[in-house]
C-alpha cells in the first residue's frame, strides 16, 4: 500500500519558487507500476492538474503552468518534487501529490496549504 | 483541453435516497473515467475507475456506468457517510481535467 507525504513551506512570497517533496514509501518511485503526478485545489474551488512524471523521468505538463513548472525524481530518497515559479497570489492553493496506476489517481497525499503572501 | 461539466452542481437528499450524478466530456473519452469523492479539508479518495470499475475497499452501493462522452454515478442507498463533494476526472488524454464537483448535502 503505497502512503505518499507533501512537505515544504506553508508560505511563499510573490514572485519567488514555490518548492514542494513528496515522500513514497510502500514502494519503489523507480517502479513502472506507477506515474507520480501534482495537483492542486485553491480555497473552496475544484481540483487541478499540475503535471506528471513517468518512473523514468518522462515529464508532462498542465498547458497552463507549463512555462512556470518542473517536476523531478530523487530515486535515492524515493522522493519526487515540484518547483513553480514566479507566483502569485492565484498559486495559493492545497498541493496534493498522487501516485496513477491504471490511468486513475489511486493514491494520495494529505495535502499540504501553500500561501503565496508578502 | 477536454471540458468536463458535472450536473447538478449541488444536491441535497436524504439518508436512504438513491443519488445519481451526471459528467459529460466535451468530446468521447471512451471509458477513461474516473470518480472521487471528497470530504472537506482531506484528500479526494477513489471510488470508481475506468467508467465503472469499483476500487477495493469501495462499497457495493457505488455504481458507475457511461462510456463515450456521457457518464453517471449512483449512490444506491445513500449513508451518512457520503455527504461530501464528488468529482469526474478524464484520463483519456493529457492534460488530465476535472469536473467542477457535485456537492451533496443533507436535507
Known amino acids: 500500500q503505497l502512503q505518499l507525504q507533501e512537505s515544504g513551506p506553508g508560505l511563499v512570497k510573490p514572485s519567488e519558487t514555490l518548492s514542494l517533496t513528496c515522500t513514497v514509501s510502500?514502494?519503489?518511485?523507480?517502479?513502472?507500476?506507477?506515474?507520480w503526478g501534482w495537483l492542486r485545489q485553491p480555497p473552496g474551488k475544484g481540483l487541478e492538474w499540475v503535471g506528471s512524471i513517468s518512473y523514468s523521468g518522462d515529464t508532462y505538463y498542465s498547458p497552463s503552468l507549463k512555462s512556470r513548472v518542473t517536476i523531478s525524481l530523487d530515486t535515492s530518497k524515493n522522493q519526487f518534487s515540484l518547483k513553480l515559479s514566479s507566483v502569485t497570489a492565484a498559486d495559493t492553493a492545497v498541493y496534493f501529490c498522487a501516485a496513477y496506476a491504471r490511468r486513475s489517481l489511486d493514491y494520495w497525499g494529505l495535502g499540504t496549504l501553500v500561501t503565496v503572501s508578502s | 483541453d477536454i471540458q468536463m461539466t458535472q450536473s447538478p452542481s449541488s444536491l441535497s437528499a436524504s439518508v436512504g435516497d438513491r443519488v445519481t450524478i451526471t459528467c459529460r466530456a466535451s468530446q468521447s473519452i471512451s471509458s477513461y473515467l474516473n470518480w472521487y469523492q471528497q470530504k472537506p479539508g482531506k484528500a479526494p479518495k477513489l471510488l470508481i475507475y475506468a467508467a465503472s470499475s469499483l476500487q477495493s475497499g469501495v462499497p457495493p452501493r457505488f455504481s458507475g456506468s457511461g462510456s463515450g462522452a456521457d457518464f453517471t454515478l449512483t449512490i444506491s442507498s445513500l449513508q451518512p457517510e457520503d455527504f461530501a463533494t464528488y468529482y469526474c476526472q478524464q484520463s483519456n488524454s493529457l492534460p488530465i481535467t476535472f469536473g467542477q464537483g457535485t456537492r451533496l448535502e443533507i436535507k
Open positions: 510502500g514502494g519503489s518511485i523507480s517502479s513502472n507500476n506507477y506515474y
